[in-house]
């Protein structure tokens, strides 16, 4: 059995980094969804239903829910749980 | 039993402590473990095994005991499966043996399986099964277990300290000290936990000088530096488990009777040097109490000054036995004989060994080469071992073949003693290595199972990385901890590793079990505590399980408090001998954590009873507690269900609530409603997105009830938007969807393309909500409020509000309600809301709780949580007019999709019993004929609201049946298999009273 693809420090799915608040404990967040992958999806339906799961990315909405109520868009590497970048949704398109 | 075993001149010393086991009285000193005074006070069986009930004594000297599991403590406070080895001992301190009955000496179960063979191998699959499992369920639950549950928890909960750290040391013995001192000197900050309850482990043993210092010395100078350093050191603390790079330790573990402090630790780096467990050997009846591992006994000698026996026989299969036997004997107990299974020529190449040996012969112990024992003779404990020579080389008695049992009978001989002593060899600790990501890796030269393949973030030290030696130990700690130090970021030297000379490693030849016939496998035990015997294994793999993941299921091998740290790998070289393939091959089975047995309570904390969850009261709580309330939880809020006052019952008393609503007035606290204020010159339409309706196009002073929509077409929520001004709105949402509303609505801010900027406030709990509703409502409010509202009551009409002030606080009245009367909803300041509520009520209307508004809102098909459940859309609420107004919300391309408008999409549809009698309930599902026989029929739909109507005087209720069924007048059946009903309904429309809907505009 081999291991998954090891992250660099320990803790990095246990911690999310709120641009606002700064690091925060990973409790403080909540999980809404993932987002269908970048390239742009045909119709609403796949919008809203498809997904593919990538073994190396994952875009998903999370709300600061324990802190600043803002609404983030993490771009997550799910066979690790590390955290690849985080950016606060602020009206821009995501 | 007999006089107590103590060696003069102990570390112990101090007070006695008296203490009873099984109701007699015992003494011990201060610390000792449970273990260790009974040993010494000549108690040789503590409890009885899970399975086969059979007589336990005390085996090891930790954690991984498979036995001796004690009942500390009386009903109804007691604590259960208590390991001895582990509990410090206290003065008056009551034990008990347990899973046995009516006593620990004569077990009624123990005596019914004399004969063995009723639990065998997967016996569960196989056993108790007619007529049915049911009928022996019962008996089962009584017997499955060890201890008793206890009735109350008296126990503290654990305080909880958090902690952060660059290196993490888990077990502070040599390995583990090496690491942190090197760790500590680079300059980065130190965490130890060693689970004993002092540091030291195998060093106590040691007779090597380290750095020229004596074992115990260079010890105490270790801690020191580590003190001076400011390095934490925790003793009594054991690592219980971890996760996502969180380490969970538990200090006062052992104590257990005191709530202790659990530990969360996060470490930039983690090195386990968690030292070695050892494992026995399988011989017929190898699980008699008196039967120990070797290294176990040195530690009740030389921890506790314990003599585990009197006369001993050491059995095993490497070099430190003959230390160990010397150890034993300058402790006063006499060791009659050591059984060596290796070849005399193979064991006298190495001087030391061959004086060693000499030595102990002339002292009169006899030592044997090439034997083994082949089985311990004793009915309740060891009496004699039973020895006889092993045939061929040394390699050839590993491959104990079924068809070789003992060569010789004359050959057999019976040696008398009260203690036989195990020692197979060891194996390395690296169960917190196992957890995000880490395997084990079978190293050839240790005969064992080594860590391997760890994240970059943690390594291990000592034995884990295969080294038994204290000189190779010492390196290797020191280099993980200077490694750790590095990969946290410390960057200053960690100085010259701790210099010790001494022998290499033990020389061990391993050897799992002695030779037996087909019979004798029965009764040689692999796993202590789960009564796994060799016969099981081979059993197992007859059947056809062969991996050792499901060997273990199917026997439950390791699947006890000990996590197989004794028996996974003794059952996994006898598997691999049974198999005939290498050990490397067979593979350990996965410990699971906690590392140990872990009082829930200790994980719960403080977050039990009333603080488990917030409890959210409305500014009226209080009222209504005095006044005969029931409130009950819904969701996290305490709303009452209905008032004593008005009925015998629950039943009673909402029907004369919702009856007296109709024909007079009421109120009810409506306080939970969600509230949210949207402002912001993109208000309106970013409302109009979310909702089926539009709100932009509302004027200042009007509402509109409207409903939610979600992106796949279907319905989300239902509430009443207030316009308060041009660019501000009052959303209210039902008081379940409070908080998901809220945040959908934060979401498509955050996500939409508004270029002005809008915000969003919950104002949830800046108001009270009180309905007033009845055709007594306005006279009520106009008296109350008086002034300039009453002319402003008189005029408002349906769905406008109007906002002011009375006695100081504002106000807020809409013309609205849940109830289908002339209703009004008053939103008051938190503050104001009592006397508002109390003044209401001097005007002669009567208060009704939620059970009342669920029958009102029944009566008029308006929605709840049950119709709109997430799967409905508005087409199937009967609301295609609205849909059909155009406004483009989130969620309309999807809503036309084919598969929401098929004939069997389910429509809200209101019921009444066909007989206009009879009681249905919700839940019920709804088929077109009644069910006959057996033959299953499809539901066409299900009932989502009932209510006994005091204006009908009869049962009604809301269902979504399918469209094709839902025609008015249709006869339909409720079928609630579950409460045992089935009752014809008509279908009517969802509206029972009032359809013209001429009270609520009066």
């Known amino acids: 059995m081999t291991t998954p693809a090891s992250h660099e420090m320990p803790g990095a799915m246990k911690r999310l980094s709120c641009p606002f608040c700064g690091p925060r404990e990973l409790h403080e967040f909540r999980f809404h969804k993932t987002l269908p992958s970048a390239d742009a999806p045909a119709s609403v339906f796949q919008r809203v239903y498809e997904r593919s799961a990538e073994r190396t990315l994952s875009i998903e909405h999370w709300q600061h829910l324990g802190g600043c109520r803002g609404w983030l868009l993490v771009r997550r590497d799910p066979s690790s749980g590390a955290v690849l970048a985080v950016r606060l949704l602020d009206g821009a398109a995501p | ?1002």
């Open chain 2, 1 to 1002: 039993m007999s006089a107590p075993r103590r060696r003069r001149g102990t570390r112990l010393g101090g007070e006695p402590l008296r203490f009873t086991f099984d109701g007699r009285p015992y003494e011990g000193q201060v610390g000792d473990t449970a273990a260790s005074a009974l040993l010494a006070s000549g108690v040789r069986a503590l409890g009885r095994s899970m399975k086969a009930r059979r007589l336990r004594g005390v085996t090891t000297a930790g954690p991984e005991e498979p036995g001796a599991l004690l009942t500390l403590g009386t009903a109804p406070a007691l604590i259960p499966n208590v390991s001895a080895p582990q509990l410090l001992l206290r003065e008056g301190m009551v034990l008990r043996s347990q899973n046995r009955w009516p006593s620990l000496r004569w077990d009624l179960a123990a005596l019914l399986q004399a004969g063995g063979g009723l639990f065998g191998a997967g016996f569960y699959y196989k056993t108790f099964l007619w007529p049915s499992w049911r009928t022996y369920e019962p008996l089962i639950r009584r017997l499955a277990g060890l201890g008793a549950a206890p009735r109350r928890c008296d126990l503290a909960p654990p305080a909880v300290e958090h902690a952060a750290c660059d290196v993490l040391v888990a077990g502070g013995g040599a390995a583990g000290l090496a690491a942190a001192l090197a760790a500590a000197r680079a300059g980065a900050r130190v965490i130890v936990c060693e689970r004993e309850p002092q540091c030291g482990g195998e060093l106590d043993f040691e007779e090597a000088r380290i750095d020229g210092l004596a074992a115990r010395d260079w010890l105490a100078a270790a801690l020191r530096e580590l003190a001076a350093l400011g390095a934490t050191v925790h003793t009594d603390t054991p690592i219980v488990g971890g996760s996502d790079g969180q380490l969970l330790a538990l200090s006062g573990a052992s104590a257990a009777h005191a709530g202790g402090v659990l530990r969360p630790i996060r470490p930039r780096a983690f090195v386990m040097a968690m030292g070695s467990v050892e494992h026995g050997i399988a011989f017929v009846a190898n699980d008699l109490p008196g039967v120990m591992l070797l290294g176990a006994a040195e530690r009740y000698l030389a921890r506790y000054g314990a003599c585990v026996g009197r006369v001993l026989v050491l059995f095993g299969c490497h070099d430190r036995m003959y230390a160990s036997a010397a150890r034993l004997r300058a402790g006063g107990m006499q060791v009659r004989a050591i059984v060596d299974t290796r070849a005399a020529d193979h064991v006298d190449a190495d001087p030391h060994i061959r004086q060693a040996r000499a030595a102990l012969a002339a002292a009169g112990v006899e030592c044997l080469c090439g034997h083994a024992v082949r089985a311990a003779v004793g009915g309740r404990s060891v009496r004699a071992a039973r020895i006889a020579p092993l045939s061929g080389s040394p390699s050839a008695a590993q491959s104990a073949s079924r068809s070789a049992p003992s060569a010789d009978p004359q050959a057999l001989r019976t040696i008398a003693c009260d203690t036989i002593l195990v020692s197979g060899g060891w194996s390395p600790e690296v169960h917190a290595g196992l957890q995000e990501g880490g395997v084990r890796r079978y190293a050839e030269a240790l005969g064992a199972f080594v860590a391997s393949d760890q994240p970059a973030w943690r390594r291990a030290a000592g034995a884990g990385n295969g080294h038994l030696a204290l000189p190779e130990v010492l390196v290797d700690g020191h280099a993980a901890g200077a490694n750790a130090a590095g990969a946290a970021g410390a960057g200053g030297s960690a100085g010259a590793a701790p210099l010790a000379h001494g022998d290499g490693p033990p020389r061990a030849l391993a050897f799992w079990r002695s030779p037996a016939s087909a019979a004798q496998e029965k009764r040689q035990y692999v796993d202590l505590q789960t009564d796994v015997t060799v016969a099981d294994l081979r059993q197992a793999l007859d059947e056809g399980f062969r991996d050792i993941e499901h060997v273990k299921r199917y026997t439950t091998l390791g699947m006890g408090t000990e996590q197989g740290r004794t028996s996974t790998p003794l059952g996994a070289a006898v598997l691999a001998e049974l198999k005939g393939e290498a050990l490397a091959r067979t593979g350990l089975s996965r410990s699971r954590p906690p590392y140990q047995p872990v009082a829930l309570q200790a994980l719960a904390g403080w977050r039990t009873g009333a603080a488990f969850r917030p409890a959210r009261t409305t500014p009226l709580h209080d009222w209504h507690a005095a006044n005969g309330g029931v409130l009950d939880p819904m969701g996290l809020w305490m709303r009452p269900r209905y008032y004593r006052a008005n009925g015998a019952n629950a039943f009673a008393a909402a029907v004369t609530e919702a009856g007296r609503v109709r024909t007079s007035g009421g109120v009810v606290d409506a306080s939970t409603l969600g509230k949210i204020e949207v402002a912001g010159a993109g208000a309106g339409a970013f409302l109009d997105h979310l909702y089926l309706t539009r709100a932009s196009t509302l004027a200042p002073g009007r509402a509109k009830y409207m409903l939610a929509m979600r992106e796949d077409g279907c319905a989300l929520d239902d509430g009443i938007v207030l316009r308060l001004d041009a660019q501000r709105f009052l959303v209210t949402t039902s008081s379940g969807h409070a908080e998901h509303m809220l945040a959908h609505l934060e979401l498509h801010r955050a996500t939409g393309t508004g270029e002005a900027a809008l915000a969003i406030t919950d104002v949830s709990d800046a108001w009270a909500v009180i309905g007033v509703a009845g055709p007594r409502s306005r006279a009520a409010l106009q008296a109350v409020l008086g002034g300039r509202w009453q002319p402003l009551l008189e005029q408002l009409a349906y769905m406008h509000f109007a906002d002011g002030r009375w006695a100081d606080h504002d106000l807020r009245v809409l013309r609205a309600g849940y109830s289908g009367e002339r209703a009004y909803e008053l939103h008051c300041r938190p503050a104001a809301a009592v006397a508002l509520w109390e003044r209401l009520l001097a005007q002669g209307l009567a208060p009704y709780g939620i059970d009342a508004l669920d029958i009102l809102r029944v009566e008029k098909g308006y929605l709840g949580g049950s119709e709109i459940n997430g799967q409905t859309t508005p087409l199937d609420l009967c609301m295609e007019a609205l849909v059909q107004l155009g406004n483009p919300f989130v969620g309309r391309e999807l809503l036309e999709r084919p598969a929401f408008h098929e004939a069997r999409r389910p429509r809200l549809v209101g019921l009444r019993a066909a007989d206009g009698r009879a009681r249905f309930l919700a839940g019920a599902q709804l088929t077109t004929a009644p069910p006959a026989g057996a033959t299953p029929v499809l539901p066409c739909g299900h009932v989502t609201s009932t209510a006994y109507s005091p204006a009908l005087r009869e049962w009604i209720g809301l269902a979504l049946l399918a469209r094709d069924q839902a025609r008015p007048g249709a006869i339909v059946y409720a079928c609630d298999p579950l409460r045992g009903a089935l009752t014809p309904v008509r279908v009517t429309a969802p509206t029972h009273f009032d359809p013209a809907g001429e009270r609520i505009k009066a």
